[in-house]
């Protein structure tokens, strides 16, 4: 598949080429033509052989479709960050160490080939290929995190890489029990056959599978309480890699989960997942709320909202029915702010100098743009009307209603309330507020243009989707629901 | 050739042993590779008939884990300067007596989830579940960062064990995509391990607290 090779290649390509001029471009013409290719793919829709490792449902291609924009606004905003970061090159923030930058082209190589594993991910049709790839995203992003090197982005890196690895290695496990499952009957693991035979399945062994894989693939994902390394490694990375753990990985995680699900629910075991899914979507959805309450980073903040959509998806899909198509769509709206979000995140870094919600205050006097952009995210965020996330918020809510979850639905609504609460305050105080005086050496920052396009091109789509749904689009979204429920092939 | 399987099975177990029991960090990364090593025979020995991709599926495993895994961490230790782990936060003999309890209910576990009768060795779930709690073990309770290495690729022997045992005619790829992977998560955690020594002069990693949101951040103070 062109669209895995291409990033593969030039990533290699990138670790080689010294002229920082040349590799930005190469990142950009990679980013573009992944994105063409993507879109020639909607229109197109390959078919998929029966057998095949690799190929493209509706619920691979949804994701694919959200990666590659994704990065296609991560690699505009990432060249201009470069070459900021060449020119002054690194002060701590908080701690005011001085520290080096990694070298260019191992930062750049590795986003490309973080790239090519992505979209393995969501195109692999056999569920050892597709851990291979989560596990590959995991070891190519480790460098990603750690590319201010100091003390707090190495802990956040070895962190990551540990739990992670040891997540994914509960998948792999998982993966085997899935075919201990399918032994007696001579089941491979690709998704087509395991699907289709799903009914010959050992069920205690499939059950087995679903736990560890979901442990596994939900330590990616971010869930409570597997989450502890995902606000360290948030808050640490540049907010390019933020933006892309956060939009794309995560979904990416999630999609390994969904596979798992689609030969659960194939196998009849639909209501067994969506018990686990549920408890641990509100799981999720609690720790976030309360740790967004107390929260003095706004990066972490960032971080904690990634928890609790995740949350949000996980019960979406665990509650079935309409809430499935509004999980999804929470997921390709919420990708889009809240890679906006860090993008945003990242220039009043850049212009205050720290992370500490405390010390930022005034943003729309200081910086008037990006405080536009910042308090638009926070309500795009939080499901305020008109937006996508708002629409797969009600739509969730009200499967939950309708399938006589109240419960759930109650939680769900007051987490949701306290999350709102807790970051109205923090983006109100960081907005508005008394700004403190300048120092007259400093020379205020002033955010590029190219920094904020991605931003606002992400929160446009986002509310663009509240208030007009795109055929295609729906499209995609009810084949992903209809296998996600169906289970069929 | 079932017995010479079940040999290797009591070995395993018994090198899950001597691991908890350990604290030379020189002796660790060589049991660990021991295990892995002979863990890779398993499947040459287990099935009659075995295909030519599995022998040199096989050969690249124990050249990975007996060879370049032990060489990568040593490099690492001599680099830490590190010769004997930090006292771990659960003694060593009480180590020893939960990894035998350990053993005790993975056996029961291994009851209730029976292997289709293509399986060929007896004891293969339990010792595999056994291995990974051990990995586990290493993972927590063990200070430095090296032996958390050595406790993921303990987690890792221990699927092993149970996949190839079962496997043997998966895909190769797929395989050797794993095997790919755990390589590269091996090498780069090694070189984490490195960065953290010369940026900490230490890899203990319980002071690696920093971030988090139950502590406080502590202001200065630390190196």
Redesign the interface.
């Given at each position: 598949m062109l669209l895995m090779l291409i990033p593969l290649l030039s990533g290699l390509a990138a670790f080689l080429i010294s002229d920082d001029r040349c590799r930005r471009i190469l990142l950009l013409a990679v980013a573009g033509i992944h994105l063409a290719l993507t879109i020639a793919a909607l229109v197109v829709r390959p078919e998929m052989l029966p057998g095949e490792w690799f190929g493209l449902d509706s619920l691979g291609l949804l994701f694919l479709g959200v990666t590659s924009v994704l990065f296609m606004g991560a690699s505009v905003y990432a060249v201009k960050y470069l070459a900021l970061e060449k020119r002054d090159p690194g002060e701590d923030s908080d701690e005011g160490f001085i520290f080096n930058n990694e070298p260019e082209p191992v930062f750049t190589g590795c986003l490309l080939l973080f790239l090519a594993a992505m979209t393995a991910v969501t195109a692999s049709r056999h569920l050892g290929i597709l851990w291979a790839a989560v596990e590959a995203t995991t070891l190519l992003s480790a460098p990603l995190i750690y590319f201010h090197r100091h003390k707090r982005s190495l802990e956040a890196t070895w962190k990551y890489l540990l739990i992670c690895s040891v997540g994914i290695a509960m998948a792999l496990m998982g993966n085997l029990f899935l075919g201990a499952a399918g032994l007696r009957s001579g089941l491979a693991l690709d998704l087509g056959s395991l699907l289709s035979n799903a009914m010959s399945l050992d069920q205690a062994w499939l059950k087995a599978a679903f736990l560890f894989l979901f442990v596994g693939y939900g330590t990616k994902m971010g869930l409570a309480p597997f989450h502890t390394w995902l606000p360290d490694a948030h808050s640490e990375s540049p907010a390019v890699v933020s933006a892309l753990l956060s939009g794309a990985l995560l979904n990416c995680a999630f999609l390994g989960i969904l596979r798992v699900a689609q030969v659960c629910a194939a196998a009849g075991l639909a209501g067994f997942t969506g018990d686990i899914l549920i408890l641990f979507g509100i799981l999720s959805l609690m720790t976030a709320a309360f740790f967004i309450l107390a929260q003095k980073d706004y990066k972490r903040m960032l971080a904690y909202s990634s928890i609790e959509h995740m949350g949000i998806l996980s019960l979406g899909v665990g509650l079935g029915g309409g809430a499935v198509y509004g999980a999804l769509l929470n997921a390709v709206s919420h990708s889009l702010t809240k890679a906006g979000l860090f993008f945003v995140s990242g220039l009043i870094l850049a212009a205050y100098k720290t992370k500490q919600i405390s010390e930022v205050r005034g943003l729309i006097r200081r910086v008037p743009r990006t405080a536009v952009l910042w308090m638009t995210g926070f309500f795009l965020i939080t499901g305020t009307p008109p937006s996508g996330i708002f629409l797969g918020k009600f739509m969730i809510l009200k499967a939950a209603v309708s399938g006589r979850h109240y419960a759930a639905a109650a939680a769900y609504l007051f987490f949701l309330t306290v999350v709102f609460a807790g970051m109205g305050r923090i983006f109100l105080d960081m907005t508005l507020g008394e700004a403190a005086a300048l120092n007259e050496a400093e020379k205020p920052f002033k955010a590029s243009r190219q920094m904020l396009i991605p931003a606002a091109c992400f929160f446009a789509c986002v509310v663009l989707l509240g208030l007009y749904m795109p055929a295609w689009l729906n499209d995609i979204i009810s084949g992903a629901r209809d296998l996600i429920i169906g289970g069929t092939v | 050739m079932t017995t010479l399987a079940e040999l290797i099975i009591v070995a395993v177990i018994l090198l899950n042993l001597s691991l908890a029991a350990s604290g030379s960090l020189a002796t660790c990364i060589r049991l660990a590779a021991a295990q892995g090593v002979i863990a890779a025979l398993l499947p040459l020995l287990a099935g009659h008939g075995v295909p030519s991709g599995t022998i040199v599926f096989c050969c690249a495993v124990i050249l990975l884990k007996g060879a370049i895994f032990p060489w990568l961490l040593t490099r690492a230790r001599v680099k830490a300067n590190v010769s004997r782990d930090a006292e771990p936060v659960i003694g060593y003999p009480a180590s020893i007596i939960l990894c035998l309890g350990a053993f005790a209910a993975s056996s029961w576990l291994g009851t209730r989830?029976p292997?289709?009768e293509?399986?060929r060795v007896a004891w293969i779930v339990p010792a595999s579940l056994s291995t990974?709690f051990t990995g586990?073990l290493l993972?927590t309770t063990r200070g430095k960062?090296i032996t958390?290495v050595l406790g993921?690729l303990v987690?890792?022997n221990g699927?092993y064990i149970?996949?190839l045992a079962?496997?043997v005619e998966?895909?190769l790829m797929?395989e050797m995509?794993?095997l790919?992977?755990v390589f590269?998560?091996v090498f780069?955690?090694g070189i984490?391990i490195f960065?953290?020594s010369r940026?900490?002069d230490h890899i203990d990693?319980a002071e690696?607290?920093?971030?988090?949101?139950w502590y406080p951040k502590q202001s200065g103070g630390e190196k």
């Amino acid at each position: 598949m062109l669209l895995m090779l291409i990033p593969l290649l030039s990533g290699l390509a990138a670790f080689l080429i010294s002229d920082d001029r040349c590799r930005r471009i190469l990142l950009l013409a990679v980013a573009g033509i992944h994105l063409a290719l993507t879109i020639a793919a909607l229109v197109v829709r390959p078919e998929m052989l029966p057998g095949e490792w690799f190929g493209l449902d509706s619920l691979g291609l949804l994701f694919l479709g959200v990666t590659s924009v994704l990065f296609m606004g991560a690699s505009v905003y990432a060249v201009k960050y470069l070459a900021l970061e060449k020119r002054d090159p690194g002060e701590d923030s908080d701690e005011g160490f001085i520290f080096n930058n990694e070298p260019e082209p191992v930062f750049t190589g590795c986003l490309l080939l973080f790239l090519a594993a992505m979209t393995a991910v969501t195109a692999s049709r056999h569920l050892g290929i597709l851990w291979a790839a989560v596990e590959a995203t995991t070891l190519l992003s480790a460098p990603l995190i750690y590319f201010h090197r100091h003390k707090r982005s190495l802990e956040a890196t070895w962190k990551y890489l540990l739990i992670c690895s040891v997540g994914i290695a509960m998948a792999l496990m998982g993966n085997l029990f899935l075919g201990a499952a399918g032994l007696r009957s001579g089941l491979a693991l690709d998704l087509g056959s395991l699907l289709s035979n799903a009914m010959s399945l050992d069920q205690a062994w499939l059950k087995a599978a679903f736990l560890f894989l979901f442990v596994g693939y939900g330590t990616k994902m971010g869930l409570a309480p597997f989450h502890t390394w995902l606000p360290d490694a948030h808050s640490e990375s540049p907010a390019v890699v933020s933006a892309l753990l956060s939009g794309a990985l995560l979904n990416c995680a999630f999609l390994g989960i969904l596979r798992v699900a689609q030969v659960c629910a194939a196998a009849g075991l639909a209501g067994f997942t969506g018990d686990i899914l549920i408890l641990f979507g509100i799981l999720s959805l609690m720790t976030a709320a309360f740790f967004i309450l107390a929260q003095k980073d706004y990066k972490r903040m960032l971080a904690y909202s990634s928890i609790e959509h995740m949350g949000i998806l996980s019960l979406g899909v665990g509650l079935g029915g309409g809430a499935v198509y509004g999980a999804l769509l929470n997921a390709v709206s919420h990708s889009l702010t809240k890679a906006g979000l860090f993008f945003v995140s990242g220039l009043i870094l850049a212009a205050y100098k720290t992370k500490q919600i405390s010390e930022v205050r005034g943003l729309i006097r200081r910086v008037p743009r990006t405080a536009v952009l910042w308090m638009t995210g926070f309500f795009l965020i939080t499901g305020t009307p008109p937006s996508g996330i708002f629409l797969g918020k009600f739509m969730i809510l009200k499967a939950a209603v309708s399938g006589r979850h109240y419960a759930a639905a109650a939680a769900y609504l007051f987490f949701l309330t306290v999350v709102f609460a807790g970051m109205g305050r923090i983006f109100l105080d960081m907005t508005l507020g008394e700004a403190a005086a300048l120092n007259e050496a400093e020379k205020p920052f002033k955010a590029s243009r190219q920094m904020l396009i991605p931003a606002a091109c992400f929160f446009a789509c986002v509310v663009l989707l509240g208030l007009y749904m795109p055929a295609w689009l729906n499209d995609i979204i009810s084949g992903a629901r209809d296998l996600i429920i169906g289970g069929t092939v | 050739m079932t017995t010479l399987a079940e040999l290797i099975i009591v070995a395993v177990i018994l090198l899950n042993l001597s691991l908890a029991a350990s604290g030379s960090l020189a002796t660790c990364i060589r049991l660990a590779a021991a295990q892995g090593v002979i863990a890779a025979l398993l499947p040459l020995l287990a099935g009659h008939g075995v295909p030519s991709g599995t022998i040199v599926f096989c050969c690249a495993v124990i050249l990975l884990k007996g060879a370049i895994f032990p060489w990568l961490l040593t490099r690492a230790r001599v680099k830490a300067n590190v010769s004997r782990d930090a006292e771990p936060v659960i003694g060593y003999p009480a180590s020893i007596i939960l990894c035998l309890g350990a053993f005790a209910a993975s056996s029961w576990l291994g009851t209730r989830l029976p292997l289709p009768e293509t399986a060929r060795v007896a004891w293969i779930v339990p010792a595999s579940l056994s291995t990974i709690f051990t990995g586990f073990l290493l993972l927590t309770t063990r200070g430095k960062a090296i032996t958390q290495v050595l406790g993921y690729l303990v987690i890792e022997n221990g699927i092993y064990i149970f996949g190839l045992a079962l496997f043997v005619e998966q895909p190769l790829m797929v395989e050797m995509a794993i095997l790919l992977d755990v390589f590269v998560a091996v090498f780069v955690m090694g070189i984490t391990i490195f960065h953290i020594s010369r940026e900490f002069d230490h890899i203990d990693t319980a002071e690696l607290s920093q971030l988090g949101d139950w502590y406080p951040k502590q202001s200065g103070g630390e190196k």
